[in-house]
């Protein structure tokens, strides 16, 4: 069974930064592209970002492009999401999943970030 969890939201202030993490089992990490993802109140689930397999290539929606930086560590199984100047547009609910979201997996419990103005 895939299980994805997600830490690393909190509240800060315009400007500011938060590093976001995502623990995956029960699927075959090394092998899969990783993604972010995120729904903001009232809106439907979008994409943030994405990294292959080996990390060789990163991908970003143009809005967060240059702010946020996507990692991950195989030898962990574990995705980041490193946010800096954020933006109260990029309050939501975080998600990690693979890329795409492959349906019979299920998403975790999201992380909830706010950004105040």
């Known amino acids: 069974q895939v299980q994805l969890v997600e830490s690393g939201g909190g509240l800060v202030q315009a400007g500011g930064s938060l590093r976001l993490s995502c623990a995956a089992s029960?699927?075959?990490?090394?092998?899969?592209?990783m993604g972010w993802f995120r729904r903001a109140p009232g809106k439907e689930r979008e994409f943030v970002a994405a990294?292959?397999?080996?990390?060789?290539?990163?991908y970003y929606v143009q809005s967060v492009k240059g702010r946020f930086t996507i990692s991950r560590d195989n030898a962990k199984n574990t995705v980041h999401l490193q946010m800096n100047s954020l933006k109260p547009e990029d309050t939501a609910v975080y998600y990690c999943?693979?890329?795409?979201?492959?349906?019979?997996?299920?998403w975790g419990q999201g992380t909830q970030v706010t950004v105040s103005s």
């Open positions: 029960g699927l075959p990490f090394r092998g899969v592209t």
């Open positions: 990294i292959n397999w080996n990390g060789d290539y990163t």
């Open positions: 999943n693979t890329h795409p979201p492959n349906p019979s997996t299920g």
